[in-house]
């Protein structure tokens, strides 16, 4: 059950429900021609190639963030980084629930009926499947700074894969906010997806 509290203070500041059960199922490599994600992130994703093979990482988790998100009107968000380092990985925009993005903040109502439909077929007792989506490799370097709270740093997962942290959050203008736990994905599970020597330094 999802409930809200409120203080009065030029408007309502919403208490939102936590997720806090968030676990890692799997990762999988995907080419980028098969993906058929519903969103209007456009422009936004990296340009790659249909034969391109990116990462799916695969959480789930008993609360429903969609609902979460829309009762709280939030915008939903995920942070994916290098564990060791903190550093962000290069990730494509959104969280999806079958493909999907769970953002109704940031879509159309023709992809919120879509959600609806698909997620009507969810069973009560079974925990809520989601997707985020990331590059294997980056060349990009940025130092943490002033207006800058991450660092970007180059890397290969095919050559040297890395454990990588994933959290889920989302947050409004008027201070309701929620931040997930932190699932581990193994780095020798992202090893085992991407084969060495296949994308460039």
């Known amino acids: ?104 903040n940031s879509t159309t109502e023709d992809i919120q009926a879509l959600y609806r439909k698909r997620a009507a077929e969810h069973k009560a007792d079974d925990r809520y499947i989601y997707e985020v989506y990331f590059d294997p490799t980056s060349i990009r370097s940025l130092s943490k700074g002033v207006g800058n709270p991450y660092a970007r740093e180059p890397y290969n997962f095919a050559r040297e894969p890395k454990e990588l942290c994933l959290r889920i959050g989302g947050g409004n203008m008027i201070g309701g906010y929620f931040v997930s736990n932190t699932v581990v994905v193994p780095a020798a599970e992202i090893g085992q997806i991407f084969e060495a020597g296949r994308y460039p330094n």
């Open 1 to 104: 059950m999802i409930a809200f509290g409120c203080v009065v203070l030029n408007g309502c500041v919403l208490f939102v429900p936590g997720v806090d059960d968030l676990q890692f199922i799997e990762v999988q490599p995907v080419n980028v021609g098969t993906l058929d994600l519903h969103d209007t992130w456009g422009n936004m994703r990296p340009q790659h190639p249909p034969n391109y093979v990116i990462g799916k990482i695969e959480v789930a988790t008993k609360s429903d963030i969609h609902a979460i998100g829309e009762r709280a009107d939030l915008n939903i968000w995920h942070e994916l980084t290098i564990c060791k380092t903190g550093a962000l990985v290069t990730d494509w925009p959104g969280v999806y629930f079958k493909g999907i993005d769970i953002n109704h």
